[in-house]
């Protein structure tokens, strides 16, 4: 299983990114794929997560309306829509997967050591 998070840059507030999730080793439309990002001195949050099952989406509510989680199955890959940026969405961006963890409502509260594969971060920046 590997997984390898791209797209991330400097943006000015307000402004949008797109972010990638290529996944290999595993078809990415069987398990969910879970973007989560840590801010310098902040734990790892869960921000989006996408359902294997019927794609159903979920947010934390800090990113609600401004992020949309998406997959391209033909591509193996999910991405990560973010508009309207703000400074406090500087981060890492992670995504990683679980074959077991459900992705619902609890993308909130969602603890990174619970889950089993991660890729490398890509740096997302918003300049105020």
């Known amino acids: 299983v590997q997984l390898q998070a791209s797209g991330g840059g400097l943006v000015q507030s307000g402004g949008s990114l797109r972010l990638s999730c290529a996944a290999s080793g595993f078809s990415s439309d069987h398990y969910p794929i879970i973007w989560f990002r840590q801010a310098p001195g902040k734990e790892r949050e869960g921000v989006a997560c996408?359902?294997?099952?019927?794609?159903?989406?979920y947010y934390a509510d800090s990113v609600k309306g401004r992020f949309t989680i998406s997959r391209a199955n033909a591509k193996n890959t999910v991405y990560l829509q973010m508009n309207s940026l703000k400074s406090e969405d500087t981060a890492v961006y992670y995504c990683a997967t679980d074959f077991e963890w459900p992705c619902d409502y609890s993308i909130a509260t969602v603890r990174d050591y619970t889950i089993d594969y991660w890729g490398k971060g890509t740096q997302v920046t918003v300049s105020s």
């Open positions: 996408i359902k294997s099952s019927d794609d159903s989406t």
